[in-house]
């Protein structure tokens, strides 16, 4: 599956997708290990803190991906060396912490014993209060989906003003599909986490169980639905780049005039 959603995953747009992907799948795994609520204090504290810490990286490592769309789209220099994977990680491995500690202050101002998991059972072991869940995870989830959409936006400005340049039409064309198809793919991400998260917050900090409903169901779908998305994403551009091939191959080795004629026009 790994193979089929990035052929190169020695690049570093395939390296972030897959680092994305294993946040997503290690979330997911430590919330079916939460369903239902866990009796052991010291293991459903451990759970809470590492599903903190891992929700926040998800949505570092998307903004890290649209930030490395709109440097390939803009071809920045060393765009792809490995100091600039090395900076992502820092990133989007090292900024959650921030968020963590914070988080746990606030609750501690909150409620003096953050180890009573009385009150953190029905919300699967997620040990944040209503003032934690905004300040340490709604705040940075929005503020990283804008910069995220920033990118985006700039890369999409970007991409047309490069795509003008072409003279050729039919490289013209082809990058545009190529390009609208990555642009869609990243906004998709975007609004699949970003809606999944904006339930989690409305849920912790109104206590609305249908909100808290729809984001266990889409919890336990997003890191799926992204996998799909991308994995369609890739084979469109490889059977759009396969038919280029084809064609540019059939015109290179035809010895026949007809194929290099115009089309004749309708009577």
Sequence with gaps: MIKNLFSDLRSLAGTTLMNLLAALFMVQLLFIVGVGGVHDSELCISLGLSLQYL???VVCWLAA???HLYATVASLPSR???PTYLKYSLFAWGAPLITLLGAIHIQRQEKNDIWNVKDLTPFNC???GAKATVY????????????????LVKAAIV???TCSMQLEVKQREKMKRRRSLQLVLFLKICMIIGLIAGCGIAARVWKVPV?????CTGHSLQGLCVAVSVACNCHIVK????KQKQSKQQIAKSSSMQLLAPQPDPV
């Design 239 to 242: 059977v759009y780049s396969r």
């Design 80 to 82: 792809d060396d490995p």
């Design 65 to 67: 991906m649209c930030h």
């Design 55 to 57: 929700r926040v990286s």
């Design 211 to 215: 909100f808290w409903a729809i984001f």
């Design 136 to 151: 340490t995870y709604g705040l940075p989830i929005i503020v990283l989906l804008l910069i995220s959409g920033y990118y």
């Design 159 to 161: 991409s047309r003003y």
């Design 126 to 128: 997620w040990f944040l």
